[in-house]
């Protein structure tokens, strides 16, 4: 895959820590430099290790957890983090909102230490409503990376969220200006960016009201029968070829952002 990404002309690569573990996290880090390729990394936490629990041992193996995930982030070469890391995906509990935010927000606290010594940011990720209920918008998502009071800890947005869960794209860009540390870039389906109706003129618009200069990752989900599919529902194949789509994905980026 490594091989494929650097052929198509990919300045980078973000990559999972899910069932990492040291080991494969310095082989990784060493393939990846191998191929010229640059590394950003994504994770999310379990119900095990969510440090928005009312249980305090949970909310203690939720902050050793992310502290591994700050280290192994580090091994692999990526001086970034991203991801739904402030409560388990698709677990709800609306009704605690707030004590669970203020739960997060403590733990990034504690965090900080780390993320400063392994020169990481953290980047908390809005997503749409089916998938969390802590946060949903961008300005949901600056509110939390503010009250940790961290100069690293930040907001990744993705235009498949946004085009769920925001009245105005570009406007919701721009809220995030000063705590913008990462961006995904898919269509409405998951799909091929600019072959659905996300409104890319918005996005644009919005990227560079905001003075954003980091990464654009095309984080696509376009094949159908694999467990992350499963995850994200994903039931049918949303492009009929995945190295066709990340090379069209690449293309539709250079033209739009340049």
Request: glycine share 8%.
């Amino acid at each position: 895959i490594l091989k494929t990404v650097a052929e198509l002309g990919y300045d980078g690569v973000e990559v999972s820590l899910l069932g990492m573990s040291d080991e494969k996290a310095e082989s990784l880090g060493r393939l990846v430099k191998d191929h010229g390729l640059e590394v950003t990394c994504s994770d999310g936490l379990s119900v095990k290790a969510d440090i928005t629990s009312d249980n305090p041992d949970v909310r203690v193996a939720g902050l050793e957890y992310l502290k591994w995930a700050v280290r192994t982030t580090a091994i692999i070469g990526s001086r970034g983090l991203a991801g739904v890391v402030y409560a388990p995906w698709g677990v709800f509990d609306a009704n605690n909102k707030i004590r669970r935010a203020e739960r997060a927000a403590n733990a990034f606290r504690m965090l900080h230490t780390d993320l400063v010594s392994h020169e990481v940011t953290l980047g908390l990720e809005a997503i749409n409503r089916f998938e969390t209920d802590l946060v949903n918008t961008s300005a949901e998502a600056v509110t939390l990376a503010q009250a940790s009071g961290s100069s690293h800890v930040g907001v990744l947005l993705d235009t498949f969220h946004l085009n769920i869960e925001e009245k105005d794209v570009k406007g919701a860009i721009e809220i995030a200006t000063k705590k913008l540390v990462h961006f995904h870039l898919s269509d409405n389906d998951r799909g091929v960016p600019g072959s659905g109706h996300v409104p890319w003129d918005q996005v644009q618009q919005g990227l560079i009201s905001a003075g954003y200069d980091g990464w654009l990752v095309a984080e696509m989900f376009v094949i159908a029968g694999n467990p992350a599919s499963a995850d994200l529902n994903i039931w049918r194949d949303i492009e009929p070829n995945a190295t066709k789509a990340a090379k069209q994905a690449l293309k539709f980026m250079q033209d739009t952002f340049k």
